[in-house]
């Protein structure tokens, strides 16, 4: 119905009343809606990009003039001819022929979704800190183009797909068609499921089908017709959805109420589950570090008691001095300060700001008295005796470890494993079988604020740069390791890369476990919107490099993922802080990892066909080989191997080629360039154990078979 309502406002112009007459026609149509998800599919999309080759045939805009803050010619033209620094363009899609002569620097290139894309890639650097292991990486690009790129590189090979995609707030947070979409824009939810149903057909062939799982965050905007949308593109997985507390604090929502969760689907694909695993107390059911006096002695953890008095000499009035506030940080659920016994006329404690009192409160109201005094309560939480529990009505449940159950904690019945994020002693009873477990579908856990481990974490990694509601480091960390904790050599993809938590959080889990997972994040080099309206009052336009090195991708994806290698922020200085939860290590300490940054380019198909594309074509021939060990960018002699793959186009020499393969342990793809079949299969016959593929066929044919999305 989109595209009838602009031909309706088209017609509308020539004729108002024909128009009208069409318009009270349509409307009871409009009006009838089939069951389950339907929405416009409105094509076809098309973006901007910026800094790319203007050539013949090439669909571009004109850019609004320099210093303009107005928005440009939306209107398509095609390149009819490029003549040194100008072409000759001619209006696309009109009844009347207008055609003009520009200059290139004036046009920025469009694609049409629809369009056949011939994709390569050009390298923007690397940090190598992991010797062998195989490389994250970063492509910066439209990721609807990156995923039809991966088709080729990656195909059925992904093992784990985490995205955060727009969450459709009507706040300018994302564009459709190279437009903000907008909260009055009534196709809103519509062009949303349109955007996102395109990119998830992609990931599906990306993904394994016999084990692997996709991953997906969201709010309650769009969360149910997200649902639907899986269901009806994943039609053979298994879908949960869990929801989890990000923000215990709470968001305001005007007249409804406070938000502090969000929902994450898991798609499941063949035999993919979720992992059993050790999981802290901070994951007990409902819990927010959820923990009831006597709690753990059943499960190997010591024996932890109220802090409130029960039973006989248990009212404030039999012990006034122990009848005292505790202060607690909602956040973190830790213990922050100890105020001094109210006096007898007091009855509530005094505020401190930020935190959460608690008072000795009995159930109904009535005053009792804490176990210990101030001083005491002070020593054994700095000895990590002292565990805050789930939220009431007066504050938290407060536990602690008397004295004969600290003494036997320490008497090498228990080992300590570290301390939880209340600064509470975690122990394991010795000898008591795993308690390895599936958490339930509500997660309420400190690690996952999104506050306190996305937005203060990545300050610390890039101090005076901010980027909006990342995710929780931990949350991402543990939403993978329950799909990719038995897989050390993982493939996860992550198309809405944003700030790069995803492959921080896969260098992690490789730390934990000695794993060689690998990361490819994809995000494009979006400017905000309103960063655009003061660099083009700077007479800047997209494709200026002062306007690009403002975009996502070079101003935070790549400087956080360098930063997150190499323990160092963008001015050399070492990051300041630990990492928390599982393992806790300076940040300054890095990780030994290895990372590439590539661009997304655009190829035109007949210089790929006749070799001259080469360079651009490499590191995707890198990349299907498992992103490890050189690239290949270099064919002077004729043939080259390295140590995953090797690439030919001078078929006299492949006994040399043959040879030099076998000498490699560890080869899996030899790319042959040529036109000839017969000579295509002699040497692949020749390579048993190789997977044998056929340039630049094969990439031909997987770009122009990727389908109208």
């Known amino acids: 119905m989109s595209r009838l309502t602009d031909l309706l406002r088209a017609a509308k112009q020539l004729d108002p009343q024909l128009g009208k007459d069409l318009e009270d026609e349509i409307q009871p149509l409009q009006k009838r809606l089939p069951f389950g998800l339907n929405f416009e599919r409105h094509a076809p999309e098309a973006v901007e990009l910026a800094g790319h080759k203007i050539r013949k045939e090439s669909r571009v805009r004109i850019l609004s003039p320099r210093g303009s803050t107005a928005r440009g010619d939306q209107r398509l033209w095609r390149v009819d001819k490029v003549i040194g620094d100008a072409a000759e363009i001619s209006l696309l899609d009109s009844s009347e022929a207008e055609t003009r002569t520009v200059q290139v620097d004036d046009l920025i290139l469009v694609a049409e979704f629809r369009d056949w894309i011939y994709p390569g890639l050009r390298p923007d650097g690397t940090v190598e800190r992991g010797d062998d292991k195989p490389f994250h990486t970063v492509i910066n690009g439209e990721n609807f183009h990156v995923l039809e790129q991966l088709t080729f590189t990656h195909a059925r090979s992904v093992d784990a797909i985490y995205i955060d995609p727009p969450y459709n707030t009507g706040a300018r947070d994302w564009k459709y068609n190279n437009d903000y979409v907008e909260g009055d824009d009534l196709y809103r939810h519509s062009k949303w499921l349109a955007f996102m149903e395109r990119r998830l057909k992609l990931a599906e062939r990306l993904l394994k089908p016999e084990n692997s799982v996709l991953i997906v965050t969201i709010d309650e905007k769009e969360y149910l017709r997200l649902g639907l949308l899986l269901e009806q593109t994943f039609t053979d997985a298994r879908i949960q959805m869990i929801s989890t507390v990000i923000n215990p604090k709470g968001v ?28 802290g107390t901070e994951w007990a059911a409902g819990s927010f570090g959820n ?59 005094p505020e401190v700001a930020g935190l959460i009192a608690t008072l000795p409160l009995r159930r109904n109201g009535s005053e009792g008295r804490w176990q210990i005094g101030p001083d005491e309560l002070r020593s054994r939480l700095s000895q990590g005796r002292v565990r805050t529990g789930r939220k009431t009505a007066y504050g938290y449940v407060i536990n602690y470890l008397s004295d004969g159950a600290y003494a036997e904690v320490l008497s090498g019945g228990f080992e300590i494993t570290g301390r939880a994020e209340d600064g509470s002693i975690v122990a394991t009873r010795v000898g008591v079988q795993s308690r390895a477990q599936v958490p339930f579908t509500q997660w309420r856990t400190p690690s996952h604020n999104a506050s306190e481990y996305g937005s203060t974490l990545l300050t610390a990694f890039l101090p005076g740069r901010k980027f909006p509601f990342p995710k929780s480091l931990h949350a991402v960390e543990d939403a993978l390791r329950l799909f990719v904790s038995d897989k050390p050599e993982a493939v996860v993809l992550d198309f809405f890369a944003g700030s790069g938590t995803t492959a921080h ?69 070492p990051i300041k802080g630990d990492y928390k939860f599982v393992d806790e290590f300076a940040m300054a300490d890095g990780f030994e990892e290895n990372a590439a940054f590539f661009t997304l380019t655009y190829e035109s198909p007949w210089q790929i066909s006749a ?61 042959i360039v040529t036109d000839d079949e017969g000579r295509y299969q002699q040497i692949a016959n020749e390579i048993p154990g190789v997977e044998p593929v056929r340039l630049y066929e094969d990439y031909l044919r997987n770009c122009e078979s990727s389908g109208d999305f």
């Not at 305001?252 to 050790?278: C, H, K, N, T």
């Not at 889990?509 to 083009?536: F, H, K, P, Y």
């Open 252 to 279: 305001s929502r005007g007249d409804s109420f406070r938000r502090s969760d969000e929902y994450i689907f898991f798609v499941m694909l063949g035999s993919a589950a979720p992992q059993r695993l050790e999981l």
């Open 291 to 349: 923990v009831e006096a006597g709690a753990g002695e059943g499960n190997g953890e010591p024996g932890w008691s109220s802090m409130m008095r029960r039973g006989s000499n248990s009212a404030r009035t039999d012990r006034p001095g122990l009848f005292y506030p505790i202060y607690v940080d909602p956040d973190t659920g830790r213990i922050q300060q100890v105020g001094a016994p109210l006096s007898a006329d007091k009855h509530e404690a």
């Open 505 to 573: 959080a896969l260098m992690r889990l490789n730390r934990q476990d000695g794993g060689r997972r690998q990361c490819i994040s994809v995000t494009n080099n979006e400017v905000s919107a309103e960063e655009q309206t003061r660099l083009r009052r700077q007479r800047l336009r997209p494709g200026d490099a002062e306007w690009e090195r403002w975009g996502i991708c070079d101003y935070i994806t790549k400087p956080r993922i360098l930063a997150a290698v190499t323990g160092l922020t963008q001015d050399g200085e």
């Open 611 to 671: 070799d001259r594309a080469f360079g651009a074509i490499a590191p995707m021939l890198w990349l299907r080989a498992g992103a490890r060990g050189r690239c290949i960018d270099d064919l002077s002699n004729g043939w080259a191997v390295a140590e995953a793959y090797g690439v030919i186009k001078d078929l006299d020499r492949s006994s040399d080629f043959i040879e030099a393969l076998r000498r490699e342990e560890h080869v899996r793809i030899a790319f």
